[in-house]
């Protein structure tokens, strides 16, 4: 998929407004949120619990529509495809990791990773390529109860990639994993991008993942508070800092 310099970017969201009620209250999850990746990016989103960034992936992969505002994902505005057209493009154009793994308990890992795939031929192939690669060949018939957290995790990761997605949202995919296993998940997305030219936006409070995006967005109250190019050598301080300042520093500098 070559891009052109006259290719819409992946991920477009202008003046998204999104709210909630709760009870007799209206939250705004998000408030005139900006964000533009462009293709091959890896950028992470960071930010203050409630600060709306679950509620921000979950509108760019169309799984919660807007209430004002425009969502385009390679150009096209989600709004105005139907359900099941967006279904579809979702399957075959992104590849979402929550922190739920939502795994299915009476499958297999290698069946859990085919399924969104099962129509196609050689998905299992796939299934297990992805699983090789993910350092799960030993596992690939256990069924998720007798897989660890982390190697759930992963069999959730294989799950998103296996329709080849050009564009990856991950929410806190190193919550539930050991430092190291998820210092290798990001690892492996930092190659998705950069090796791969995937587009991808991760949501993530550790400093020590944020690091290896190209660029940190920093939210607040549903609105892009700050953003900055991620400091050079994986430092993990150097992002901390960065982070702080971000939120400490008066509104739109
Ligand atoms: N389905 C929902 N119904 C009602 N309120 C919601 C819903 N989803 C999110 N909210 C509210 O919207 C705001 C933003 O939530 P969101 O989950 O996007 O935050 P977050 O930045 O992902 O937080 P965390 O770091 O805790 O995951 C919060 O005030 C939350 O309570
Ligand atoms: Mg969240």
Known sequence: MPETPHSPPPLEVSAVVKSFSQGTTEVRALDGTELSVAAG????????????????????????????????????????????????????????????????????????????????????????KLLDKLGLQARRHHKPDALSGGEQQRVAIARALVSDPAIILADEPTGSLDSATGQELCRLLRGLSSDEGRTIVMVTHEPAVAMWADRIVVLRDGRRLAEFATPAGHDPEAVALAYQHALHAPAGS
């Open 41 to 128: 990016e890896f950028v992470a989103i960071m930010g203050a619990s409630g600060s709306g960034k679950s509620t921000l992936l979950h509108v760019m992969a169309g799984l919660a529509g807007v209430d004002s505002g425009s969502v385009r994902v390679e150009g096209k505005d989600l709004a105005t495809m139907k359900d099941a057209v967006l279904t579809r493009f979702r399957r075959d154009r992104i590849g979402l990791v929550f922190q739920a793994f939502n795994l299915i308990p009476v499958l297999t890992a290698e069946d859990n990773v085919r399924l969104p795939v099962m129509d196609q031929p050689g998905s299992l192939e796939k299934a297990r």
